[in-house]
C-alpha cells in the first residue's frame, strides 16, 4: 500500500517541543490544512462545511528514530512505566501515523486552492497529512474507559508572562501561546528549576524556567 501526502499542516510551532500533548487541548491554537496541487479541488471537500470537527491521520515527520519497540515509557507517566505500544500514543510506532481530532473553523480559498483553518491541533508546522475524515455522531462513547491517560491533560501550570515581553508577541498568538505554556511543555521527567527553555512559536523564541509549579517567561526573542 503506498500512501500518497494529500496536504500539509502550516502551524505555529516550528519544532516538536511545546506542541500540545493532545489535539483540543489548546482550543485557541489556529493552523491550516495545506493541499497538495494533486489535490487542492473543491470538490474533493464538498460538504465538508458541513462538520464541526473533522479527523486528521498524518505522519510523524519529525521523529528520527529508526525501529520501534514493543513497549515505551510514556511522558504522562514520568518516563518511568513501560506500556505497550500499542496501548499508547508514542511516536515510536512500526507505522508512524498519528491521528488528531480539531475542530473545522472554515473552509477557506486560498492562492493555490481550498485551505482548512482549524482550532486546537497538536501538530508541527510541515505536518504530512495522509487523510481527512469528518467527525460524526458514533465517535462520541460516553463513559468510555481512558486507561492511563484518564483525566484532566493540564499540568496545572501557572504561567508568569510578564506584559512586556507578552507584548512582542502579535495579539492574536498572544493567548495560544499562554494557553501552550500552560500546559508545562517540559518533559514530566524534567525538574531543574534554573534550566532555560524555549519554544519556537509564531517566529519567535519563547524562553521560560520552571519552579515550584509555575512557569516564569523571561525572554521572547523574534526568530531569524
Same mark, same amino acid.
Given at each position: ?71 515505551? $515509557?510514556?511522558?504522562?507517566? &514520568? +518516563?518511568?512505566?513501560? @506500556? !505497550? %505500544? ?58 468510555? $474507559?481512558?486507561?492511563?491517560? &484518564? +483525566?484532566?491533560?493540564? @499540568? !496545572? %501550570? ?64 523574534? +526568530?531569524?
Amino acid at each position: 500500500m503506498e500512501l500518497k501526502v494529500i496536504a500539509r499542516v502550516k502551524s505555529d510551532f516550528a519544532t516538536k517541543f511545546g506542541i500540545p500533548r493532545q489535539s483540543g487541548v489548546v482550543p485557541g491554537t489556529v493552523s491550516y490544512v495545506v493541499f497538495e496541487p494533486e489535490y487542492a479541488n473543491p470538490d474533493c471537500l464538498r460538504g465538508l462545511e458541513g462538520y464541526d470537527y473533522i479527523w486528521l491521520i498524518w505522519g510523524f515527520s519529525a521523529n528520527r528514530h529508526e525501529g520501534w519497540s514493543p513497549t515505551v $515509557r510514556p511522558p504522562r507517566l &514520568g +518516563g518511568n512505566e513501560r @506500556r !505497550g %505500544v500499542f496501548a499508547t500514543r508514542s511516536p515510536y510506532r512500526p507505522n508512524p501515523l498519528g491521528l488528531s481530532s480539531v475542530k473545522l473553523d472554515a473552509v477557506e480559498q486560498g492562492a493555490q486552492g481550498p485551505v482548512l483553518r482549524i482550532l486546537g491541533a497538536d501538530l508541527m508546522d510541515g505536518t504530512p497529512v495522509y487523510d481527512i475524515k469528518p467527525y460524526i455522531g458514533p465517535d462520541i462513547h460516553a463513559g468510555a $474507559r481512558l486507561g492511563f491517560s &484518564g +483525566g484532566s491533560w493540564e @499540568r !496545572g %501550570v501557572e504561567v508568569d508572562f510578564p506584559s512586556e515581553l507578552l507584548e512582542r508577541l502579535p495579539e492574536e498568538k498572544r493567548a495560544a501561546a499562554v494557553g501552550a505554556l500552560e500546559q508545562d511543555p517540559r518533559p514530566a521527567y524534567q525538574h531543574d528549576a534554573e534550566r532555560i527553555y524555549g519554544v519556537a512559536f509564531a517566529g519567535f523564541d519563547i524562553r521560560f524556567r520552571v519552579a515550584d509549579g509555575v512557569l516564569s517567561v523571561v525572554d521572547v526573542v523574534k +526568530g531569524e
